[in-house]
């Protein structure tokens, strides 16, 4: 995986995500707010033995509904698929 410049991909990050809230049809009376830096997720396997801890880390951004406070999370290797970002 590469290293992800956040500061420099922000305004990318932003046109993405905003795409992709309006054709899912999330709305926010107060618009949304792009929460800076990035978030990771450990995907774990099912767990067959105690020591298979374990898994894929997914690099993600989050918005923040500036009324409702609800938080949504894309991932970028969805948002930006093929640059190697997984």
Do not use: C, W
């Amino acid at each position: 995986m590469q290293p992800f410049d956040f500061a420099k991909n922000k305004p990318r990050i932003e046109k993405v995500v905003n795409e992709r809230l309006k054709k899912a049809g999330l709305k926010d009376p107060e618009g949304f707010t792009l929460i800076e830096g990035v978030v990771t997720t450990i995907v774990l396997p099912v767990l067959k033995e105690v020591n298979s801890v374990g898994g894929k880390i997914l690099p993600q951004v989050a918005v923040i509904g500036n009324s409702t406070g609800i938080v949504h999370y894309f991932y970028l290797e969805k948002l930006f698929p093929g640059e190697g970002l997984d």
